[in-house]
């Protein structure tokens, strides 16, 4: 069986990240690992791992069906430009920019493109990522289902609505940095009262963990389970009506908001 030759334009922490899970998993037996980045020195580094560096982005979408664009939103524009003189009808893009769409992938390459849009997060880099997928119509079942296995080693992923790919993004691309935040109160509070910070982020953060298992495996909604930690007249109840006082949720949802319409200001 020929092997897939799997290309990355861009090798920073999100595309080496992908690279090294792909070579540490089954999957490597089957795929050729390429890679080019304007600093040789990311491409060098992931030779240990099979990645066989391009010297430029055209010499890497010749020689590659797949190839994956994890570059910034606001230079991607000039590597498609630059990399459109290699591209064919065989080419399957996978773009993990945020914002980007498929419609301006092929306007800038070729017109019926295959793109496969992709919203993965940074702990990808521990193998617990947690990415969403799309495609265009272009792409087959076959080629899909290569892009998907990789993102499924690498974490948790799903596929949805081509449409949605702008609104998922700070359900799962950006969360991390709201959740870190989140996370740096409770620590900062934590010093404040004289508690060492190491001990406070350390059970801090396996609440966190604890809590999203409770979530995904407990069988409770998220009401209840807030209703099981709040026994009434009690600390969490006190807590929580500050939260409330603080619009919470409201203040979530206008960051969801702001952070959706900054994806569509990039897609321009």
């Not at 994956?68 to 773009?95: D, H, M, R, Y």
Request: proline share 3%; aromatic share 8%; with cysteine.
């Amino acid at each position: 069986m020929d092997k897939i030759n799997i290309g990355f334009i861009g090798a920073g922490n999100m595309g080496a990240a992908i690279m090294k899970g792909i070579s540490a998993s089954s999957l490597a037996d089957n795929i050729s690992l390429y890679a080019f980045d304007t600093d040789k020195s990311k491409t060098e580094a992931l030779r240990e791992y099979g990645v066989n560096a391009c010297g430029s982005e055209q010499e890497l979408t010749g020689c590659c069906k797949y190839v994956f664009l994890a570059v910034k939103p606001q230079v991607i524009e000039g590597v498609l430009e630059t990399l459109a003189p290699a591209a064919t009808e065989n080419t399957v893009f996978v773009s993990i920019a945020a914002g980007i769409t498929d419609e301006f992938i092929a306007k800038k390459t070729l017109p019926e493109a295959k793109v496969i849009l992709v919203m993965p997060n940074t702990p990808l880099l521990l193998g617990e990522g947690a990415s969403a997928l799309s495609h265009n119509d272009r792409v087959t079942e076959d080629e899909f289902s290569v892009v998907l296995n990789i993102f499924e080693i690498c974490g948790k992923a799903a596929v949805i609505p081509k449409d949605k790919m702008k609104e998922i993004i700070p359900i799962n691309g950006s969360s991390p940095a709201f959740i870190y935040l989140f996370a740096k109160g409770f620590i900062e509070y934590a010093a404040s009262v004289g508690i060492d910070a190491d001990t406070a982020s350390e059970l801090f953060t396996q609440s966190l963990i604890g809590s999203a298992k409770m979530i995904t495996d407990s069988g409770y909604s998220i009401d209840e389970l807030i209703k099981m930690v709040s026994s009434p007249g009690g600390t969490t109840l006190a807590g929580l009506d500050r939260l409330y006082e603080g619009k919470l949720t409201e203040t979530v949802k206008n960051c969801c908001e702001s952070c959706t319409q900054r994806a569509y200001e990039l897609s321009k």
